[in-house]
């Protein structure tokens, strides 16, 4: 059992900054990479960023220059700071991520609850 928790979610107003952590557990062996998603209301999930065990990292240009993505592998935990909010950046965001389980060690994709960002003008 694998399971990913994201916290951090709130209300801001624009400008503002928010940051989101999001810890994998149970019987893990490692985590390839982990991202985060996020869905607006009408429209289609997209990915805000990602960041791979090497700390390989890409963004969305959306959020290019105002978000910061890390990781840090001793915890299982993924983290995005996120900077000069903007209404627009309101969504529920999801973390995901492809974990490698102690057994079997096939790789699966797991995705959290999400949790929701709101950025009010």
């Known amino acids: 059992q694998v399971q990913l928790v994201e916290s951090g979610g709130g209300s801001v107003q624009a400008g503002g900054s928010l940051g989101l952590a999001c810890v994998a557990s149970?019987?893990?062996?490692?985590?390839?990479?982990m991202g985060w998603y996020r869905q607006a209301p009408g429209k289609q999930r997209e990915l805000v960023a990602t960041?791979?065990?090497?700390?390989?990292?890409n963004y969305a240009d959306s959020v290019k220059g105002r978000f910061t993505i890390s990781r840090d592998n001793a915890k299982n935990t993924v983290y995005l700071e996120m900077n000069s909010l903007k209404p627009e950046d309101t969504a529920v965001y999801f973390c995901?991520?492809?974990?490698?389980?102690?057994?079997?060690?096939?790789?699966?994709?797991?995705w959290g609850q999400g949790t929701l960002v709101i950025v009010s003008s």
């Open positions: 995901n991520a492809y974990v490698i389980p102690r057994w079997p060690q096939k790789t699966l994709e797991v």
């Open positions: 149970g019987s893990i062996f490692s985590i390839n990479v």
């Open positions: 960041i791979t065990s090497g700390a390989a990292i």
